[in-house]
């Protein structure tokens, strides 16, 4: 499986993000950081482009999700670019099309570096899955029925790492 990386920049108050790869929960990490960023603070809109993305996991697509809605809590634009079909179809799938507006062609020059992923520990990387997955159940009734179990497990998981914390 090919790795997933995650580019953000930024240009004129407007946010971009490339992903390259299988864009998984590994890739969470720094699009958590940056929905609570941009929650927090004014911005012009979001592009992100999925040209070189292979591959999309819930947790990746969650955050996106995220993203997206802060965008259209501040009333901003918020574009994908270049999603394969096989990609397009699983984000409108999940009810993203609520939140994005898809477009193709030349995404333009706002190439960042690649975002790191800071160590994580294992709650963290749970609570940005369960993070994610509530998004996407929020975002469409619709994902309710595919992801109520598993933000069941990842709360418990959580309840046991907290536990044995004490």
């Not at 941009?38 to 999700?65: H, N, Q, R, V």
């Not at 901003?76 to 993203?96: D, Y």
Request: aromatic share 8%.
């Amino acid at each position: 499986m090919e790795k997933g990386e995650v580019f953000i920049s930024e240009k004129d108050g407007i946010t971009f993000i490339r992903a390259k790869g299988n864009a998984s929960f590994v890739c969470a990490p720094p699009l958590r950081e940056l929905a609570k960023k941009l929650a927090a603070e004014p911005f012009g809109g979001l592009k992100i482009d999925l040209e070189e993305c292979t591959w999309m996991d819930s947790t990746f697509m969650g955050m996106l999700a995220m993203l997206g809605l802060n965008a259209k809590k501040k009333n901003v634009p918020a574009e994908i670019w270049n999603a394969s079909e096989q990609n397009e179809k699983l984000l409108c799938g999940l009810g993203l099309k609520k939140v994005f507006a898809f477009q193709n062609g030349e995404f333009g020059d706002a190439s960042g570096t690649a975002a790191a992923s800071n160590a994580t520990t294992a709650e963290s990387n749970a609570r940005n899955v369960l993070d994610a997955h509530q998004t996407l159940m929020d975002i469409d009734e619709g994902n309710v029925q595919k992801f109520e179990k598993v933000v069941e497990f990842v709360k418990k998981d959580i309840d046991r790492m907290e536990q044995k914390k004490d």
